[in-house]
């Protein structure tokens, strides 16, 4: 069975940087088929799709983030990896890491599962 | 920009069919996915593709799109089906619904 867990720090300063990771177990990000999404939900709210990449590097970013956000893929250690630039109290939030499924390699039929435990990250002096 | 529309709140009765939509400029042509999640748990896939059940996923959850409304139906609902769902589209990039907070009372 997939299972995802996200792991990085609870805490991290504004202006900062944040850096968080998933590693995959049960299955292999090189598989491929699939693609590797981190997402967010802010204290009490919706989902906010942050970006995914693909076992080969190729990544996608939400338009709203890209200009602060990375995503990298490490296939030998089977985990992938968010970082998020010049963070502000409006980047707390619960991230989740989450496996994308398309059909046929269509982004516009992707669903996402199975879903990591989530880790709250909280941007605080 | 494109946005998904949810009702905030659906209140339906326990053994009752609760019906939970999702609203966007001509979503029927494009794909959608709903998400269930309770207090502190990650959210759960519960249709994809707008019609597909994942195994492990009861039949009484079932998935419809069309023109611009994406339905996810409930039947029989149960107390253990409380929570918030949210729909899911592609849109330029990845899209969630608002979520809709379901009571069963």
């Known amino acids: 069975q997939l299972q995802l867990q996200e792991s990085g720090p609870g805490l991290v300063k504004p202006s900062q940087t944040l850096s968080l990771t998933c590693a995959v177990s049960g299955g292999s990000i090189s598989s491929g088929g699939y693609y590797w999404s981190w997402i967010r939900q802010h204290p009490g709210k919706g989902l906010e799709w942050i970006a995914y990449i693909y076992y080969t590097g190729s990544t996608y970013y939400n338009p709203s983030l890209k200009s602060r956000v990375s995503i990298s893929v490490d296939t030998s250690k089977n985990q992938f990896s968010l970082t998020l630039r010049s963070v502000t109290a409006a980047d707390t939030a619960v991230y989740y890491c989450a496996r994308e499924g398309l059909w046929f390699g269509d982004p516009t039929s992707n669903w996402f599962d199975p879903w990591g435990q989530g880790t709250l990250v909280t941007v605080s002096s | 920009s494109y946005e998904l529309t949810q009702p905030p709140s659906v209140s339906v009765s326990p053994g009752q069919t609760a019906t939970i939509t999702c609203s966007g400029d001509?979503?029927?042509?494009?794909?959608a996915s709903w998400y269930h999640q309770r207090p502190g748990q990650s959210p759960v896939l519960l249709i994809y593709?707008?019609?597909k059940r994942p195994s492990g996923i009861p039949e009484r959850f079932s998935g419809s799109n069309s023109g611009n409304t994406a339905t996810l139906t409930i039947s029989g609902t149960q107390a253990m089906d409380e929570g918030d769902y949210y729909c899911?589209?592609?849109?330029?990039?990845?899209?969630f619904g608002g979520g809709t907070k379901l009571t069963v009372l």
């Open positions: 001509k979503l029927g042509d494009k794909y």
């Open positions: 899911q589209t592609w849109d330029s990039s990845t899209l």
């Open positions: 593709q707008n019609t």
